[in-house]
């Protein structure tokens, strides 16, 4: 069961780029429960996942002399939904998503984007963390705080958007 959780139902074991076919199944998930939920849901179901792979990564780096094993990308999926839970903030209904005018489908799609670069290139303090950080704090780290700024890049980008084309 922990593999399946740490793989995140084995999308990490992809033998091409796992981290952003974790991200793929992470965003769907995550849009999922914003539309059927809230954002505060999908926050709090974040928060809750990792802390529970922060202690499952311990376990198993302790167990397997590993760190930061390439196919655990239950990370992908908390910094995902920390990036949406930020970033399209409006709740829409199941028939609205394609609705461009509400920014929620082009806000999520911005936030995979923008998350999947934050984590590859790992600028600043995730950059940070990733080296520093030991443990299942170091694996999760990283991809939260470059979850959050996703999120909030996604969000000042749509909000800037929206005041250009008020202003032309």
């Not at 992470?26 to 954002?39: K, N, W």
């Not at 390439?70 to 998503?97: K, N």
């Amino acid at each position: 069961m922990n593999w399946f959780f740490l793989t995140l139902g084995y999308s990490g074991l992809s033998p091409k780029a796992p981290g952003t076919m974790g991200t793929l199944v992470s965003l769907p998930l995550g849009m999922a429960i914003l539309i059927y939920f809230d954002e505060t849901t999908l926050f709090l179901a974040a928060l809750l996942i990792s802390l529970i792979a922060i202690k499952v990564i311990n376990k198993y780096e302790e167990e397997s002399k590993n760190h930061d094993d390439q196919r655990i990308v239950i990370d992908e999926l908390a910094g995902m939904w920390f990036a949406l839970s930020v970033a399209p903030a409006a709740g829409v209904a199941i028939g609205e998503i394609t609705n461009l005018q509400n920014g929620f489908l082009i806000q999520s799609l911005l936030s995979f984007v923008l998350f999947r670069y934050f984590d590859i290139t790992k600028p600043s303090i995730i950059g940070r963390i990733d080296r520093e950080a030991k443990g299942g704090v170091g694996v999760m780290g990283d991809d939260i705080i470059a979850g959050f700024a996703a999120g909030i890049s996604s969000a000042a980008l749509w909000q800037g958007w929206i005041y250009i084309s008020k202003m032309i």
